[in-house]
Structures are given as structure tokens and as C-alpha cells.
T-cell receptor, first 116, second 115 residues
Framework: AQSVAQPEDQVNVAEGNPLTVKCTYS??????LFWYVQYPNRGLQFLLKYITGDNLVKGSYGFEAEFNKSQTSFHLKKPSALVSDSALYFC??????????????FGTGTRLQVTL | EAQVTQNPRYLITVTGKKLTVTCSQNMNHEYMSWYRQDPGLGLRQIYY???????DKGDVPEGYKVSRKEKRNFPLILESPSPNQTSLYFCASSYRRDKLNNEQFFGPGTRLTVL
């Protein structure tokens, strides 16, 4: 069965510093990987995805993520954090081995707190 | 504006009183889905629909019903709500279900409290 883990409930970083939000996954086949962000009282918004190709994926708001197959990880990164980046971040995975029956499985979320 | 809308946004009800949460999308998406979000559990899929009149169970379907009579609408029905259904509910949609790399578009959420 596919799964995704976000080992940190919360990440604290000072504005201007780089940030990393961790995600690891487990699938049978090849993964499709997604990051979503949830701002307070809002639905989830798509940030970026890895399908195939370049392991470094760039997305919205200056975020990027690095796919590492050997470590089964897809960590979200940003070179310089902003207070406005404070939100709840979800990693999600789809197992291509399941074909059209593939589900999107979400992690439990990581709260990012950026302070001045 | 392309969007997924849900109504109501907030609802407090009592055990056993039937309720419906509506979901509508204006992007002509084939695929629609309902999730519930609970602290420490992330998002869990309740039901999904690959197209009109095609629905299937997700991971936590017990106590819920759905219907897909029109492409744009996907209501979530709680026939007899119970307190363990108190949660934050999200509707989502995406293009063709068989395009596994499609991202999903989410509604703003419905916070349901069952007393």
C-alpha cells in the first residue's frame, strides 16, 4: 500500500532563512508527488508536482522540491522564507503501479511558522 | 473565475438530522472527490466520482452518501450524522481521472460540528 510521511508536525524558521519541509513516500511503482499549501480558513492550493524528468521541480511562490528516488523523499524547499509563507503544507503521492485505480494519499501535514 | 464552491461553509447540527453539503465546480472537470481533514490524520478520501453517474468509495465512506447527476455538482449527504463526523470537509476536482499527474483543485472547506 502506498503511504507518505511528514515527520515534522511543525517547522519554525526566521524570515530570510532557507526552509525545508520534509516528505518521504512509499509506493510499489513510480510515484507522482505533489505539494499543497493550506492557508488559514482556506482550501488546499497546489504548489508543485513531480511527474518525471528533472529531479528539481520549481513551483509557485518561489518554492521548489527535490525528488530523491534512492531516499524516497520529496522535500519542499525555499531559499528565503517569508512571514506570509506561514501555513500548513501537505505532501501527497500517487502510485503509478495502481493505474487508473491509483489514489492520492496525503501526509498528515506540516505547519510552517515563519517569524520576523 | 475557475473555482470549486462548497456550501455551507460552517454547519452545526444535532445527531441524526440529515444534512447535505453541496459542491460545485465550473471547470468542466470529470473527476470530483470528497475528503475530511482531522488533526493528526491529514486528508482522508470519503468518496470520489470519475464522471457523471460514476461514484466509488474512498478510504472512509461509512456514514456518507454521494451522487453525481450532473458533471458540475457532487453533493455529500449525511443521512444520520454522528459526533464522530465532526470534521473539516473538502471537495476537490480535477481533469480526467486517468491522467494521474493532474493536480486537484480544492473548495474552501465546510466545517461541520455534530452535537
Amino acid at each position: 500500500a502506498q503511504s507518505v510521511a511528514q515527520p515534522e508536525d511543525q517547522v519554525n524558521v526566521a524570515e530570510g532563512n532557507p526552509l525545508t519541509v520534509k516528505c518521504t513516500y512509499s509506493v510499489s511503482g513510480n510515484p507522482y508527488l505533489f505539494w499543497y499549501v493550506q492557508y488559514p480558513n482556506r482550501g488546499l492550493q497546489f504548489l508543485l508536482k513531480y511527474i518525471t524528468g528533472d529531479n528539481l521541480v520549481k513551483g509557485s511562490y518561489g518554492f521548489e522540491a527535490e525528488f530523491n528516488k534512492s531516499q524516497t523523499s520529496f522535500h519542499l524547499k525555499k531559499p528565503s522564507a517569508l512571514v506570509s509563507d506561514s501555513a500548513l503544507y501537505f505532501c501527497a503521492v500517487r502510485d503509478t503501479a495502481a493505474g487508473t485505480a491509483s489514489k492520492l494519499t496525503f501526509g498528515t501535514g506540516t505547519r510552517l511558522q515563519v517569524t520576523l | 473565475e475557475a473555482q470549486v464552491t462548497q456550501n455551507p461553509r460552517y454547519l452545526i447540527t444535532v445527531t441524526g438530522k440529515k444534512l447535505t453539503v453541496t459542491c460545485s465546480q465550473n471547470m468542466n472537470h470529470e473527476y470530483m472527490s470528497w475528503y475530511r481533514q482531522d488533526p493528526g490524520l491529514g486528508l482522508r478520501q470519503i468518496y470520489y466520482s470519475m464522471n457523471v453517474e460514476v461514484t466509488d468509495k474512498g478510504d472512509v465512506p461509512e456514514g456518507y452518501k454521494v451522487s453525481r447527476k450532473e458533471k458540475r455538482n457532487f453533493p455529500l449527504i449525511l443521512e444520520s450524522p454522528s459526533p464522530n463526523q465532526t470534521s473539516l470537509y473538502f471537495c476537490a476536482s480535477s481533469y480526467r481521472r486517468d491522467k494521474l499527474n493532474n493536480e486537484q483543485f480544492f473548495g474552501p472547506g465546510t466545517r461541520l460540528t455534530v452535537l
